[in-house]
């Protein structure tokens, strides 16, 4: 130890950059291996009402407890039926989780866990879509629950969004609950493009929130915003993913998500076709984005 006279600048600046609050950072190794285990053949598509779709829950659940979220509205499951024809109903369940802020108000963050199940022999893995989305989610629990936010973060791994949003749409019917959700951010295939794009869809309905985004330091990505005005026919999103029964109910919203590719809905999307670095980086534009908007509202 030196004597208190001695410091120098430099060795001041030192000191003072080593007992700052350290940057917290994202798991980027974790992100990649449970990409891995909910696109792996074991979970056979994930399609809602199969084992394949109760191990992912199984294993989603599990994950939010090691991370250190807490239950919401005192489980981590949020069961809905959804009707499959004109007589019959089916069980969806949503896992859903929390992380405290300092004030009730919500943020909330969804990613759809539900994908296409087996067709035809051949097993629809659904890496980008959405194991991406579900992975990116667990990755901002571990990152946010050693942050503090203006905002309670609620994290929600959506059921049944193929074929209907149906997930969502059960939570949307939660109005005590909507009364506090303040925001919408909704991941859906944010993993797949070979150009470093990603859509930021909502602004056009909400765009106050365009600066808040516009502000994010998006590295290498190219953060771009559109696919959210109704001229746009089939490429307006603003109804395509989990954020439509929100915003349908006025919750404001931003859809993080990538334009269809060729392994969109085909049995090629699979872990192995990920482009893992853009992955990595679409995740970590997420994460300042979520970081950005919480300060700001
Ligand atoms: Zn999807």
């Known amino acids: 130890m030196l004597p208190t006279r001695t410091y120098s600048l430099a060795f001041l600046l030192l000191l003072i950059s080593c007992t700052s609050p350290q940057t917290n950072e994202l798991d980027t190794a974790r992100l990649i291996e ?25 294993f989603l659940i599990d994950r939010f407890k090691e991370e250190g979220a807490g239950e919401f509205q005192g489980s981590y499951t949020h069961e809905f039926m959804f009707p499959v024809s004109e007589e019959e109903e089916a069980l969806g369940i949503n896992v ?10 919500v943020i909330l963050i969804t990613a ?22 579900t992975a990116a989610l667990l990755a901002l629990i571990d990152y946010f629950k ?42 859906d295939m944010i993993s797949q493009n070979s150009e470093n ?13 365009k600066p808040i985004l516009e502000g994010v330091e998006t590295g290498d990505v190219n953060l771009l915003f559109g696919h959210d005005s109704p001229d746009l026919g089939y490429n307006d999103w603003t109804f395509a993913s989990d954020h ?39 995740t970590r534009l997420i994460t300042k984005s979520i970081v950005a908007l919480d300060n700001a509202l």
Do not use: C, W
Not at 34 to 58: F, H, I, M, P
């Open 197 to 209: 794009e990603i859509y930021a869809a909502g602004t056009y309905h909400y765009p106050y929130l």
């Open 96 to 105: 859903i989780g929390q992380l405290e802020g300092k004030s009730d108000s």
């Open 244 to 282: 439509g029964p929100f915003h349908a109910k006025g919750i404001p919203f931003i859809y993080f998500g990538v334009e269809d590719h060729e392994h969109y809905h085909k049995a090629s999307d699979e872990f192995e076709t990920i482009p893992q670095e853009f992955y990595k980086k679409t």
């Open 112 to 133: 759809h866990f539900d994908h296409l199940g087996i067709r035809d022999g051949e097993t629809y893995n659904g890496a980008d879509d959405n194991a991406s989305g």
């Open 146 to 187: 050693n942050v503090e936010t203006k905002h309670t973060l609620v994290f929600a791994a959506l059921d049944k969004e193929e074929g209907g949003l149906r997930g969502a749409r059960a939570l949307a019917e939660d109005s005590v609950f909507l009364q506090k959700v303040k925001l919408n951010v909704n991941m």
């Open 34 to 58: 449970d990409l891995k285990y909910l696109s792996s053949d074991k979970l056979e598509g994930r399609l809602t009402g199969t084992e394949g779709n109760r191990l992912a829950r199984e």
